[in-house]
């Protein structure tokens, strides 16, 4: 190859922060426009956002509807807005129940004498609790039941990941006088120094945000004066993005021209991780903002954070099998062990764990849902569960 060919080459294959420029920026911001005619299935377009009602729930149960839903959905968060805002998705003694769980666990975080860090604000600032998938469930299985089997976070997550996602969740309190967040994009490339994300090529930035969905589900009401988070819509569209990501510039259009949206107490928001975004400033004077966090993980990705799956499972078995036992419908049985299990087969020890009968081994996910349709009871699954750990281990 010719030394002009190799540096031809080079500049489509390399980022750089220097080459970051505002204008191309503005222009692919604002090169388009959220057409509702483009998003049938949308209720609203509000502030360039789109906003889908409580109706969409039924709507997809058609399967055939659902798989247009999803459609829709991937282009809005792919080459439309990229973000998307479902309301009325969570029932209000749903969230109430789980609200209650999570001030449980504060308060035990709290005596315990933990103060927990965070990404974007001093330590103790904010309430936060990590990792709190598994401690949900581990705690209040039958309140992670009834939170997981939620819908609309599987239609999304199935839409914009495919099959076996897995769920990590970190709830949120921004609390009166809490300070925004500086624009940003989320994991994987926006969680490490900028030297560190120019070392990728420039398609593993295009690739990043096909790995993770960012979601918020919002557990109280959510006035722009309490800041809920701010966005810009088609910002991911830039693909130098994550190393823009904190350039003067940028950070100066972000602050002119982002939009924020009140929420109501059930609303559930996912965006492209891509998206500049960043949590506002609470200037409420009594609102503590609380938000579960979701970051909706592909099964080919790694997740920001471990969960204890075994542990989430064995402790949510038993009141899926009372679930079953009642007439709990398989889509919801599905949707919760989707949260609850790794639902993908590697990596195994392939040695141990020889997929029989099939390319792949016997994942978590079809562990526990073959449990429930055959009726086991919470001591056989657990054996089960545990043995089938063993044989993951090298």
């Known amino acids: 190859m010719s030394a002009p060919a190799a540096r031809r080459h080079g500049a489509d294959v390399w980022l750089r922060r220097e080459d970051c420029s505002i204008e191309e920026f503005r222009t692919s911001v604002e090169a388009d426009v959220t057409d509702p005619a483009d998003y049938p299935y949308a209720s609203a377009v509000e502030r360039g956002v789109l906003l889908y009602g409580p109706e969409l729930a039924q709507k997809v149960t058609d399967p055939a509807v659902r798989r247009e839903v999803q459609a829709e959905l991937v282009a809005a968060l792919m080459d439309g807005p990229g973000i998307v805002v479902f309301q009325g998705a969570f029932a209000p003694e749903v969230i109430d129940r789980a609200t209650d769980a999570f001030n449980q666990m504060l308060a035990a975080q709290k005596a315990a004498g933990v103060v927990s860090g965070d990404h974007f604000a001093k330590p103790g600032a904010n309430d936060r609790i990590w990792g709190a998938l598994d401690k949900l469930a581990v705690a209040h299985p039958d309140v992670f039941a009834d939170y997981y089997a939620n819908d609309m976070l599987a239609l999304a997550s199935s839409a914009w990941l495919g099959p076996n996602y897995q769920v990590t969740s970190s709830l949120n309190i921004v609390n009166p006088g809490g300070q925004a967040q500086t624009a940003h994009r989320d994991y994987h490339l926006g969680f490490m120094p900028l030297e560190t994300a120019a070392g990728y090529p420039a398609?593993?930035?295009?690739?990043?945000?096909?790995?993770?969905?960012?979601?918020?589900?919002?557990?109280?009401?959510?006035?722009?004066?309490?800041?809920?988070?701010?966005?810009?819509?088609?910002?991911?569209?830039?693909?130098?993005?994550?190393?823009?990501?904190?350039?003067?510039?940028?950070?100066?259009?972000?602050?002119?021209?982002?939009?924020?949206?009140?929420?109501?107490?059930?609303?559930a928001v996912f965006f492209n991780p891509a998206l500049f975004h960043g949590a506002g400033t609470n200037h409420s004077a009594d609102v503590r903002r609380m938000a579960n966090l979701l970051q909706v993980s592909s099964a080919f990705g790694r997740a920001l954070e471990s969960v204890d799956r075994v542990a989430a499972s064995a402790a949510v078995y038993p009141t899926l099998l009372e679930r079953k036992a009642a007439g709990a419908d398989a889509a919801t049985l599905r949707n919760v062990v989707a949260a609850a299990a790794e639902g993908y087969p590697f990596p195994t020890n392939l040695d141990r764990d020889q997929p029989v009968g099939s390319l792949n081994p016997e994942t978590q996910a079809e562990l526990m849902l073959r449990a429930l349709d055959s009726g086991w009871d919470a001591e056989r699954f657990v054996t089960e569960l545990r043995a089938q750990y063993e044989r993951h281990q090298s």
């Open 203 to 267: 398609h593993v930035h295009r690739l990043s945000p096909v790995l993770t969905l960012q979601g918020a589900v919002a557990h109280c009401d959510m006035p722009v004066e309490t800041g809920p988070t701010m966005y810009l819509p088609h910002s991911q569209k830039y693909l130098p993005g994550y190393l823009a990501a904190g350039l003067p510039d940028f950070v100066g259009y972000f602050a002119e021209n982002y939009v924020q949206l009140p929420l109501r107490k059930g609303d």
